[in-house]
């Protein structure tokens, strides 16, 4: 049972490490399936306490990151096309132009956006920027947040086989 679990975290924490780049794979809670799968081994490498701080780090993350770039569009004066728009051009850009696509498609998307939103050029080229450093921002939270997850995995992981 112990190396079925293990082989569970361990997928599940890689999965969660993609997700902290692609929005449309919850890296956070993935990540935190991973040492839930390690908690059920015996004995048990976490305390309760252990995985109630993380269940809540968890939690807060993920908010924080569907906040985040909304609240940095906005600070630059942008609207939800601007935010929708990052989101659509986060998506298409990681598709149709990888790597790359993940930095630059929230921006093109937050600038196509508010101009279909009627700002002009300027504006929406700041909301973009907001878009990006609020992506940004959401993106490197998620990366430490799974780089930790993925630290105790591997050391709990390899203590118990």
Same mark, same amino acid.
């Given at each position: 049972?112990?190396?079925?679990?293990?082989?569970?975290? @361990?997928? $599940?924490? =890689?999965?969660? %490490?993609?997700?902290?780049? /692609?929005? &449309? #794979?919850? *890296? +956070?809670?993935?990540?935190? !399936?991973?040492?839930?799968?390690?908690?059920?081994?015996?004995?048990?490498?976490?305390?309760?306490?252990?995985?109630?701080?993380?269940?809540?780090?968890?939690?807060?993350?993920?908010?924080?990151?569907?906040?985040?770039?909304?609240?940095?569009?906005?600070?630059?004066?942008?609207?939800?096309?601007?935010?929708?728009?990052?989101? @659509?051009? $986060?998506? =298409?850009?990681? %598709?149709?132009?990888?790597? /790359?696509? &993940? #930095?630059? *498609? +929230?921006?093109?998307?937050? !600038?196509?956006?508010?101009?279909?939103?009627?700002?002009?050029?300027?504006?929406?080229?700041?909301?973009?920027?907001?878009?990006?450093?609020?992506?940004?921002?959401?993106?490197?939270?998620?990366?430490?947040?799974?780089?930790?997850?993925?630290?105790?995995?591997?050391?709990?992981?390899?203590?118990?086989?």
């Amino acid at each position: 049972m112990e190396i079925f679990l293990s082989v569970i975290a @361990i997928i $599940l924490v =890689l999965i969660g %490490f993609t997700g902290a780049i /692609l929005p &449309i #794979i919850p *890296g +956070p809670i993935i990540s935190y !399936l991973a040492l839930l799968s390690l908690f059920f081994l015996n004995p048990s490498p976490f305390t309760n306490h252990f995985m109630i701080t993380w269940g809540i780090l968890t939690i807060v993350i993920t908010a924080f990151d569907q906040i985040i770039p909304a609240l940095g569009t906005k600070k630059m004066g942008g609207s939800k096309f601007g935010v929708n728009g990052s989101i @659509i051009g $986060l998506i =298409l850009g990681i %598709f149709l132009f990888p790597p /790359l696509g &993940i #930095i630059i *498609g +929230p921006f093109v998307g937050a !600038l196509i956006g508010e101009l279909i939103g009627g700002k002009d050029f300027n504006n929406a080229t700041k909301a973009g920027i907001g878009s990006f450093l609020g992506f940004l921002a959401g993106t490197i939270l998620k990366l430490i947040f799974s780089f930790v997850v993925f630290y105790y995995v591997i050391i709990n992981t390899a203590w118990h086989l």
